[in-house]
């Protein structure tokens, strides 16, 4: 693999080149402009080597250290994780790090926040539709029957903040009852912006689910960012690379990093830049902060 950088910095690793022209491209904007870039980064697997145990997956230990230089020479670094945003800040060891006022965590693919600058986690609004269809869901019920005709008898509903779900496991007959109601309230939640996701015996009313593409598109666009880098690793990310393709189409140029998995070839084979896992991603990292302090 060539260098991007013949000259680095004392320790650091080469700047490695793409193999793309658009990757090149993206790379030559990050470093002429890092003050309007966004690094874009998935944590397992990327920043966390993959353990048996997800409880016990761990930032690589040059991982904040690397960041920590690269920050504050970027617009943001976001770690955009289906995790919840304590959960990868606890893991990465991201709280109260000087540098790394810079990092957001876009936790539960991009719902909840976590800004190293306040150390508090953020979420947006509920959806509006949530509000609307509490507000109408007891007449649906009452309309079909919902506590009257013995097979909709011990059905319940449970409040998610988010979301809404009917539960039918007390029923009488708790799959007839799921199946009375799946249609009508599929059509209560289509009017009004929502998505049924069955369960087991429940039926969750809810917003459309979040992905790291919409997480990293929202982002990027609400900074106005006029480059991105991102880095992943597994099937998950190929929404956040369909994402940077969607910006460079709309001419802002993106880096996309493959994370060293020959388990997921879609990705790789998509990938400006393919690194050695999380040791790559660190001395990716370092190398851009190397580049950018000269």
């Known amino acids: 693999m060539g260098s991007h950088d ?9 700047l490695p080149t793409p193999a793309t022209q658009a990757g090149r491209d993206a790379l030559d904007a990050i470093l002429a402009r890092p003050h309007h870039a ?4 998935d944590f397992d697997g990327t920043l966390a080597p993959i353990v048996a145990d997800p409880e016990q997956a761990r930032a690589h230990p040059d991982v904040v250290p690397a960041l920590a230089a690269l920050a504050p020479k970027v617009a943001s670094v976001a770690v955009v994780t ?13 709280d109260g790090v000087p540098g790394l006022e810079h990092l957001v965590v876009l936790g539960h693919y991009g719902v909840e926040r976590w800004d190293a600058r306040t150390g508090k986690v953020t979420a947006p609004p509920p959806h509006p539709g949530v509000a609307a269809v509490r507000a109408e869901l007891p007449g ?10 013995t097979w909709t008898k011990g059905i319940w509903t449970e409040e998610k903040g988010r979301a809404l779900a009917v539960h039918t496991r007390r029923a009488e007959d708790p799959q007839a009852a799921f199946e009375v109601l799946r249609e009508p309230l599929t059509d209560l939640a289509a009017r009004h912006g929502l998505i049924v996701e069955p369960g087991r015996m429940v039926l969750e009313l809810r917003p459309p689910g979040m992905d790291k593409g919409v997480a990293l598109l929202e982002y990027v666009r609400e900074l106005a960012a006029e480059s991105v880098l ?13 994402a940077v393709d969607e910006l460079r189409s709309a001419g802002v140029p993106g880096l996309l990093v493959c994370s060293g998995s020959d388990e997921v070839p879609e990705l790789r084979e998509r990938a ?3 690194v050695n896992g999380p040791e790559g991603v660190v001395e990716l990292l370092r190398a851009l902060a190397a580049r950018l302090n000269g």
């Open 6 to 14: 013949t000259h680095p910095a004392h320790s650091a690793p080469p």
């Open 38 to 41: 966004v690094i874009g980064l």
């Open 82 to 94: 289906g995790r919840p945003p304590a959960v990868a800040v606890h893991h990465g060891g991201f």
């Open 140 to 149: 649906i019920l009452d309309a079909i029957g919902a506590g009257k005709d």
């Open 230 to 242: 991102y880095a992943g690793d597994d099937l998950g990310d190929l929404p956040a690379f369909a």
């Open 272 to 274: 400006d830049l393919v």
